[in-house]
C-alpha cells in the first residue's frame, strides 16, 4: 500500500478514524452546517408552531431535491467502472444498494405532504420556490462534474448528514407528531423517523468514500474542491430555509378549499435574480 492510499482501520463514526486533511475540512464546515440544523424552521416543526404557509412552501419547494435524489445518485455513479479503484467500488456498491431506498424516500415525503394538505400535483407545480429549488439545481449540477468524490461529498455527505441531524432536531419532542390525526401519524412521520435513523450511518459511508477515494494526502486544489462543494450545499440548504420563512410576507399560502394558493410577486422574482447572481457565483469557485 503507497503511503497516500487510504483504508479505514478505526470505528466508521468516528472523525479521527479519517485523514488529517478531511478532519479539517469536516470541522471547517462545521458552522456552516450547523446554521442548518439549528435553523428556525425546524425548531418552529419541532414544537409545531410554523405557519401553515411556510410549512407548504417548505414540502413543495424542497420535493424537487427529493424526487430527483436518485438521479444524482445515478449521475455519480455513472463516472464508475466495474474494476475501478477500492474507492470507486465503494461508491458503486454504496450508490446501487441506496438508490432505490432513496425512492421510498420520495412516497414517504408525500405521505407527509399529502397528510399535510398537499397532492402529487401541488409539489409538482410548485410556484414561488426558486430558493428551494436552487438546491436541486445546485446538487445536478455538481453531480454532473467529472470528480467522484467532490460529488459524493457535496450530495450524500453534507445533503444527507445535514439532513439527517434536522430530522433528529424535528423528532427530538413529539408535539409535531401528536398535531397529525392519530390514524395518520405513522404514515405523516415517516419520512422524519427514516432520515433521523438511517441518516445517522449513511453520511459517515460516504465519508469513507471520500476518503478512499483521495487518499491521506491529496493535492490542496482537491481538498479546496471538496471543502467548497460541501459548503456550497450547506449554503444551498439554509438559503431554501431562508426562503421558507419569507412564504407569509411574500403572500404565499393563503387558502382556498383547504389548498395552497401560490402567488409569485413581482418582489419575489426580483430576489429571484438576485440570488440567482450570487448563486452562479458560488457554482464558478467549484
Not at 458503486?92 to 420520495?106: D, G, P
Not at 390525526?181 to 433521523?196: C, I
Not at 490542496?220 to 426562503?243: H, K, Q, W
Request: one cysteine or more; glycine letters at 4%; a neutral charge.
Amino acid at each position: 500500500m503507497s503511503s497516500n492510499e487510504f483504508h479505514r482501520s478505526g470505528p466508521l463514526k468516528d472523525l479521527t478514524s479519517y485523514p488529517l486533511w478531511l478532519q479539517r475540512v469536516v470541522r471547517e464546515t462545521c458552522a456552516d452546517k450547523a446554521r442548518v440544523v439549528n435553523h428556525p424552521v425546524f425548531a418552529m416543526m419541532r414544537d409545531a408552531t410554523l405557519p401553515a404557509a411556510m410549512l407548504r412552501r417548505f414540502l413543495t419547494g424542497v420535493w424537487l431535491t427529493i424526487e430527483r435524489f436518485p438521479q444524482f445518485m445515478a449521475m455519480n455513479l455513472q463516472k464508475i467502472q466495474f474494476g475501478d479503484s477500492p474507492g470507486a467500488q465503494m461508491a458503486r456498491r454504496y450508490l446501487i444498494q441506496n438508490i432505490r431506498v432513496e425512492q421510498k424516500h420520495a412516497d414517504h415525503w408525500l405521505a407527509w405532504a399529502e397528510t399535510s394538505g398537499l397532492s402529487l400535483a401541488d409539489l409538482r407545480d410548485a410556484k414561488n420556490c426558486s430558493e428551494q429549488q436552487a438546491l436541486a439545481h445546485w446538487c445536478w449540477y455538481i453531480s454532473a462534474q467529472p470528480s467522484l468524490a467532490v460529488g459524493v461529498a457535496a450530495t450524500n455527505y453534507a445533503v444527507e448528514g445535514a439532513t439527517g441531524e434536522w430530522s433528529c432536531v424535528v423528532c427530538s419532542k413529539d408535539a409535531y407528531e401528536k398535531s397529525f390525526p392519530e390514524s395518520r401519524r405513522v404514515s405523516a412521520m415517516r419520512w422524519l423517523r427514516v432520515h433521523a435513523e438511517y441518516d445517522d450511518t449513511h453520511p459517515w459511508e460516504a465519508l469513507d468514500i471520500v476518503a478512499t477515494l483521495m487518499g491521506n494526502s491529496p493535492p490542496p486544489t482537491e481538498i479546496d474542491a471538496i471543502r467548497t462543494a460541501v459548503r456550497a450545499s450547506y449554503s444551498y440548504m439554509a438559503l431554501a430555509l431562508n426562503g421558507v420563512l419569507t412564504a407569509e410576507t411574500a403572500g404565499v399560502g393563503r387558502e382556498s378549499d383547504s389548498k395552497p394558493e401560490l402567488i409569485r410577486t413581482q418582489a419575489d422574482s426580483a430576489k429571484h435574480a438576485r440570488r440567482r447572481t450570487a448563486a452562479e457565483r458560488v457554482v464558478a469557485t467549484v
